[in-house]
């Protein structure tokens, strides 16, 4: 299994919702990561994730909340978003150092109503 | 510090001719670096890497790569352009803390004319 799958693929919720975007891998990578892509924009990094422990937050706000269950999924939980924070949630996973090339899901797409 | 920086924001070409998508790097350190590509309202799939092996680097979908270390580029290339190939492409370098970051260009927009 070479894929990163990432549910759902669409998510309209409103500010007052509260969800939550899954991402799972098979392939034994120990590094998984969340990025932000906003339209005609390259991925921005939000969290890292190495050997299941939070390596990396790049000073996202509190209303994302990242969690590794194990290491083979990961999830974005999602409280009190606002419109700006519309954009395609990229999960990916890699083995750790960042020189070996990451696996990207296909995305959600969310829009903040 | 690390960057990269894709030197041209569009590319246009004729199906059937060469494809030539620029990309410089600056870093004080052996980086590697990648390729990735992505269809319209899809994640990002990787091309092809350097990572110190062969200069030359052969990816999917017949493009490869030249790492250049004395003009600092990693240029992407494919002979004949199909129209499948119409896509954005990212250059990427790895992050010399070898945190698990890795630092992406603003992406090249590859048109394809019939």
């Known amino acids: 299994d070479t894929e990163v799958t990432q549910t759902p693929k669409h998510l309209v919720m409103g500010m007052t919702n509260k969800k939550s975007l899954k991402c799972e891998q098979h392939?034994?990578?120990?590094?998984m990561y969340w990025y932000k892509q906003k339209a005609k924009k390259p991925p921005e990094l939000m969290f890292v994730?190495?050997?299941?422990?939070?390596?990396i937050n790049e000073s996202v706000p509190s209303r994302f909340s990242p969690e590794c269950p194990n290491s083979s999924l990961l999830n974005l939980h999602l409280h009190a978003l606002q419109p700006e924070d519309s954009a395609l949630y990229l999960c990916?996973?890699?083995?750790?150092?960042?020189?070996?090339?990451?696996?990207f899901g296909s995305g959600t797409r969310l829009t903040v109503v | 510090a690390q960057s990269v920086t894709q030197l041209d924001s569009h590319v246009s070409v004729s199906e059937g001719t060469p494809v030539l998508l620029r990309c410089n790097y600056s870093?004080?350190?052996?980086?590697?670096l990648f390729w990735y590509v992505q269809h319209p309202n899809k994640g990002l799939q990787l091309l092809l890497k350097?990572?110190?092996?062969?200069?030359l680097v052969k990816g999917i979908n017949g493009f490869e790569a030249e790492f250049k270390k004395s003009e600092t580029s990693f240029h992407l290339t494919k002979p004949s352009a199909h129209m499948s190939d119409a896509a954005e492409y990212f250059c990427?370098?790895?992050?010399?803390?070898?945190?698990?970051?890795?630092?992406f260009g603003k992406g090249t927009r590859l048109h394809i004319l019939p």
């Open positions: 990916a996973s890699s083995q750790p150092g960042g020189n070996y090339g990451y696996t």
């Open positions: 392939m034994g990578h120990r590094a």
């Open positions: 994730y190495s050997y299941e422990k939070l390596s």
């Open positions: 870093s004080s350190y052996s980086p590697s």
């Open positions: 350097y990572t110190s092996a062969a200069t």
């Open positions: 990427v370098v790895s992050s010399m803390n070898r945190d698990d970051k890795i630092i």
